[in-house]
Every structure is written in C-alpha cells, then in structure tokens.
C-alpha cells in the first residue's frame, strides 16, 4: 500500500508541482530540522507524524505544499519526503 501510495505521489507531483524537485517526483530526500523552511519543521518535526502520512497544504513563502513522509531516522530526527507544491502563488 505505501509504495503504491509513493508511486502514485511522485506520478502526481511529476504533473503538477512547479517546484524544482516535480522531475524527481518530489523526492527531497533525507533532511534533519532546520535544513528547510519553518513551516515543513513545524509539521514534520514537532509531530513526528509517520511514515505514510500525507500532511498540508503546508502554506509557506514558496507557495502550498503537500507532503508525503517516506522515510524517519529517528536517531538523527530526520525524515524524507516527497513535496508537490500545489500553488506557488498562495501565501
């Protein structure tokens, strides 16, 4: 179910992200609180929210954003995930 999940994301975020990592499927990799914008700490580090979890629209300075969580090292509080940015216009 979560890989379908990934795969069905990434086919998503490929078509309609205007964010620079759409070609990747989103994919961000693994990243640790304080390397992205506030916005992604507050909801994918205060939470902790696990692996499978779909989390926004997370509305930042970019634009609206949709986040699938794929991975969490919890020994070095770091996650990866899949971003679509939905709207680069929202604010």
């Known amino acids: 179910k979560g890989e379908r999940l990934g ?8 078509r ?16 640790g609180a304080g390397t992205m914008v506030k916005e992604f700490d507050e909801v994918l580090f205060d939470s902790s929210p696990p692996v499978g979890t779909i989390l926004g629209p997370v509305i930042t300075d970019f634009g609206s954003h949709i986040i699938l969580v794929t991975q969490r090292e919890e020994n070095s509080d770091q996650v990866e995930e899949k971003l679509a940015r939905i709207d680069k216009d929202a604010r």
């Open 7 to 14: 795969t069905f994301f990434a086919e998503i975020a490929r």
């Open 16 to 31: 309609e992200s205007s964010c620079n990592s759409a070609d990747k499927g989103g994919d961000l990799g693994l990243f």
